[in-house]
T-cell receptor
Framework: GAVVSQHPSRVICKSGTSVKIECRSL??????MFWYRQFPKKSLMLMAT?????????EQGVEKDKFLINHASLTLSTLTVTSAHPEDSSFYIC?????????????FGSGTRLTVV | GENVEQHPSTLSVQEGDSAVIKCTYS??????FPWYKQELGKGPQLIID?????GEKKDQRIAVTLNKTAKHFSLHITETQPEDSAVYFC??????????FGAGTQVVVTP
């Protein structure tokens, strides 16, 4: 299956600063990537769908100006949490659609634990 | 849209026993049903999946069954081991091809 690398795994930032999270597809070209948010002991909530070369599609209730997504290449999507606040502290996970596979082939990154202090 | 319900929320089993997790979905157009295992602090890992044209699939100690008429699917883990302890999520694709995840099941396997 696909290999997805997500960095950083953990980040602590001060309120008001911005944090960038990277999601890389290491062994194939990903036209579609997904960004999820997960609160402790909760399920994964889709934030947005990142499409290479076009604007991301955000789910209802997700602030696109706060969570900036860039998918400038077929191997990299970035999520930037702008002007972070403590309530943005969460586990962020990217997912890649391996369209070269036999089926849907969704592979998840290892996640990023964001703590805003 | 799709609504996926997962039960139980927690499941404690003794090593060697079987564990069963059940999920129901609402969108009759759903045609792909993966199961993910998530260990603490890590991203979900696909452990098994099933498509709507198949009723059952098995991979060593893990099996998944699908009942399209009743709109439910289940994960079966046999001969459980301590390393099976994790949170398990079911998912189903909705009409747009997006995943809807269940709420998760915390499985604890006690030696």
């Amino acid at each position: 299956g696909a290999v997805v690398s997500q960095h950083p795994s953990r980040v602590i930032c001060k309120s008001g600063t911005s944090v960038k999270i990277e999601c890389r597809s290491l062994d194939f070209q990903a036209t579609t990537m997904f960004w999820y948010r997960q609160f402790p002991k909760k399920s994964l909530m889709l934030m947005a769908t990142s499409n290479e070369g076009s604007k991301a599609t955000y789910e209802q209730g997700v602030e696109k100006d706060k969570f900036l997504i860039n998918h400038a290449s077929l191997t990299l999507s970035t999520l930037t949490v702008t002007s972070a606040h403590p309530e943005d502290s969460s586990f962020y996970i990217c997912s890649v659609l391996d369209e070269q596979g036999a089926g849907y082939g969704y592979t998840f990154g290892s996640g990023t634990r964001l703590t805003v202090v | 849209g799709e609504n996926v319900e997962q039960h139980p929320s927690t499941l404690s089993v003794q090593e060697g026993d079987s564990a069963v997790i059940k999920c129901t979905y609402s969108d009759s157009a759903s045609n792909y049903f993966p199961w993910y295992k998530q260990e603490l602090g890590k991203g979900p890992q696909l452990i098994i999946d099933i498509r709507s044209n198949v009723g059952e699939k098995k991979d060593q100690r893990i099996a998944v069954t699908l009942n399209k008429t009743a709109k439910h699917f289940s994960l079966h883990i046999t001969e459980t081991q301590p390393e099976d302890s994790a949170v398990y999520f079911c998912a189903a694709t909705d009409s747009w091809g997006k995943f809807q995840f269940g709420a998760g099941t915390q499985v604890v396997v006690t030696p």
